[in-house]
């Protein structure tokens, strides 16, 4: 009787309301191994397990044209298949964009933070880099922190000068590091990245 139950069972999932790719193969297997362990007449279950993974290799369960097991959305009409960010899952049932690129590494610094530490005020200088989304072109950027140094125990008044002195060796004159980075703005209008 063992037998008769689990060949149902291979067959059953043979049937147009089988579920996803990714369990049809599944099921076949668990019937398989339910032959190897159950069966008696394992021949007649194994022939079933082979019509079993046929079927699941010519599914086309959307009807767009791709078997479910090429499909990249096997559960949404895509014939064209197309994936922008290239992540082997289709456009049309993709919800994550990861096709964020970078299209500009920044050199010039655009910003900075202090912060208080048990030795003195540290300085944070960041330059910002752009990233461009492959299927959107969205834009947004993201600030990289370049330049860490301790000014001791200036005051946060005394940060800019600080930087000079750290980065340029003196507190006159133009610094193209520190200026840059205490008015460079990082946005630039774009929002920062969510990634
Ligand atoms: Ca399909
Ligand atoms: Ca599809
Ligand atoms: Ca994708």
Redesign the pocket.
Known sequence: MRIYLVCFTVLAIMSPLAATAGTCYDQCNINLQNCEYGCVKCDRCESGYDTCINYCNTRDS?G?G?VDSS?????????N?ADCDGDGI?D?CDSQDNGWNVSQVGARYCAYESALKWNGREIRLYTRNLYQSACTGAVCYKRIQQKTFNCGWYSESEDYDCCKLTICGTTSGPCSPCDDAWYGNCSMGYPYCSF
């Open positions: 959307d767009d791709v499909d990249n959305c096997y559960q949404t009409y895509n014939p298949q289709g049309a």
